[in-house]
Structures are given as structure tokens and as C-alpha cells.
């Protein structure tokens, strides 16, 4: 039998965010944009958790989480 595919998503803390956009610069989907100086979703069924915003940010403002809450 397969493993069951782990689904993850994309988590935002503003509070870490100091906007420098290297998140939004590095989507190849396109699925980011700054939204008054804090990363957010431009489209969120672009994302496909690639992760590369994750790896890229500097304040570990960005990052992703497995479906069921609980952290990678």
C-alpha cells in the first residue's frame, strides 16, 4: 500500500513579517503579494507548498504546516 499524501499549507505570522518581499520574489506561482508591508496570499489556490517562501525568509514569518494543524 501508498502512503497517504501529506497535504500541506501555508501559514502567515504578520507579527514576524518585516515586508521585505523576498517571499513574493521567489513564488514561482505567483501566489503571494505584500498587502500593507506583510506577506500575504495574491491567490491561494496558486500556492502548491513548494516551499520556497519558506526557505527564503529571513524572519521565519512564512512557513508551512501539515493540513491537520501540526507543525511540518
Same mark, same amino acid.
Given at each position: 500500500? @501508498?502512503? #497517504? @499524501? $501529506?497535504?500541506? %499549507? +501555508?501559514?502567515?505570522? #504578520?507579527?514576524? !513579517? %518585516?515586508?521585505?518581499? $523576498?517571499?513574493? @520574489?521567489? !513564488? #514561482?506561482?505567483? /501566489?503571494? $503579494? =505584500?498587502?500593507?508591508? %506583510?506577506? /500575504?496570499?495574491?491567490?491561494? *489556490?496558486?500556492?502548491? @507548498? !513548494?516551499?520556497?517562501? *519558506? +526557505?527564503? !525568509? #529571513?524572519?521565519? /514569518?512564512?512557513? =508551512?504546516?501539515? *493540513?491537520?494543524?501540526?507543525?511540518?
Amino acid at each position: 500500500m @501508498a502512503a #497517504p @499524501a $501529506i497535504t500541506k %499549507k +501555508l501559514v502567515f505570522k #504578520p507579527e514576524w !513579517c %518585516k515586508g521585505c518581499g $523576498i517571499c513574493v @520574489a521567489f !513564488c #514561482p506561482r505567483e /501566489a503571494l $503579494i =505584500l498587502n500593507n508591508g %506583510k506577506a /500575504a496570499f495574491a491567490n491561494a *489556490e496558486k500556492c502548491t @507548498a !513548494c516551499g520556497q517562501c *519558506e +526557505l527564503r !525568509c #529571513p524572519d521565519y /514569518a512564512v512557513y =508551512l504546516v501539515k *493540513e491537520d494543524g501540526c507543525e511540518r
